[in-house]
């Protein structure tokens, strides 16, 4: 008789989450629960596998099965979220595979005829940077270090000073235009768009799978304000507020609009924009980033019905 699901032992707790950790949980994961499957979807600038984990129910549907996905970790210093992520895929196949409920719902009737994708870390060289400073940048390093990588606090960029989610191609022009007003128009620790869109592997890993596959709609996890980004101009489409505000809800979560340069490059702003499907950028928790590990519990406590309603809208 398989123990209760809050008995057993959790393979994702709180700790320090770089490439290496996110990579041997992912392992462990698909080791433990066999109705997950690891696929790479692309590789970092320095060559680090940028994993998914599939979960594909059993019993589901073999056809025109729907399609959701959940990234996280595109800002280094937003590396709390891939533990996020990797917490929420445990839990919903904990409980799939056990037939319990997770907040009132029970995941493998839930998810029958949906397949998840949890890309827990897009940003892999950017994590290392941000936990290990210049050294982890090997032949960028001197020029890592000459862009602040050793400043506490300061690394959102991937390895060669490009920031992720202002590297898709949605409001281009305009983000080029604040980018040049700002001073950001060149490699720095954050906001530098890059030379042009998909300018960077990171970004097209999730572009290519996207074009590959139909998803129902993209989540996309950040750090920190406790808000929800679910529109992008007259792309929309009419169901995303309604969503976000279900969300919302659940989450003790302000539904809110980017302003100012936030407002474009995005990867849901560019989701919605080439498929005209919901996207949904979600800022986890409150404070200064990185988000101290000791508060993941109450973190991943307040999110959790969010997140899991998430994948199931």
Not at 15 to 24: I, S
Not at 55 to 69: A, C, I, K, S
Not at 276 to 293: A, S
């Amino acid at each position: 008789m398989k123990e209760p699901l809050h008995l057993q032992e959790s393979l994702t707790r709180p700790g320090v989450t770089d490439h290496g950790r996110v990579t041997a949980l992912c392992r462990a994961l698909c080791a433990r629960y066999p109705t997950l499957r690891p696929v790479t979807i692309g590789r970092s600038v320095l060559g680090r596998q940028i994993e998914a984990l599939v979960l594909t129910p059993p019993d589901g549907v073999t056809g025109d099965r729907q399609r959701v996905l959940l990234a996280a970790a595109f800002h280094a210093q937003e590396w709390l979220t891939a533990l996020c992520a990797l917490r929420l895929c445990e839990d919903v196949c904990r409980a799939a595979s056990a037939q319990l409920s997770l907040c009132g719902v029970r995941p493998d009737a839930a998810l029958r005829e949906r397949e998840v994708w949890f890309v827990p870390m897009v940003d892999p060289d950017g994590v290392q940077i941000a936990i290990d400073g210049s050294r982890a940048a090997d032949g960028f390093a001197a020029a890592a270090a000459a862009l602040g990588a050793d400043t506490p606090g300061l690394w959102q960029a991937n390895v060669r000073g490009v920031d992720i989610n202002h590297n898709f191609n949605a409001g281009w022009a305009q983000m080029q235009e604040a980018a040049g007003k700002n001073g950001w128009d060149r490699p720095g620790a954050r906001r530098y768009p890059g030379p042009q869109p998909e300018s960077e592997p990171e970004t097209r890993a999730l572009t290519d799978l996207c074009r590959r596959y139909a998803f129902r709609h993209v989540v996309a996890l950040h750090s920190q304000g406790e808000e929800i980004y679910w529109q992008y101009g007259a792309h929309t489409p009419p169901q995303s507020e309604i969503m976000a505000r279900v969300l919302g809800a659940a989450g003790g979560y302000a539904v809110a609009a980017p302003e100012g340069f936030t407002a474009y490059g995005g990867f849901n702003d560019w989701f919605i924009r080439c498929f005209g499907r919901p996207g949904f950028t979600i800022e986890l928790g409150r404070g200064v980033n990185p988000l101290p590990v000791e508060g993941f519990e109450e973190l991943y406590a307040k999110a959790q019905e969010m997140l899991l309603l998430s994948l199931l809208l």
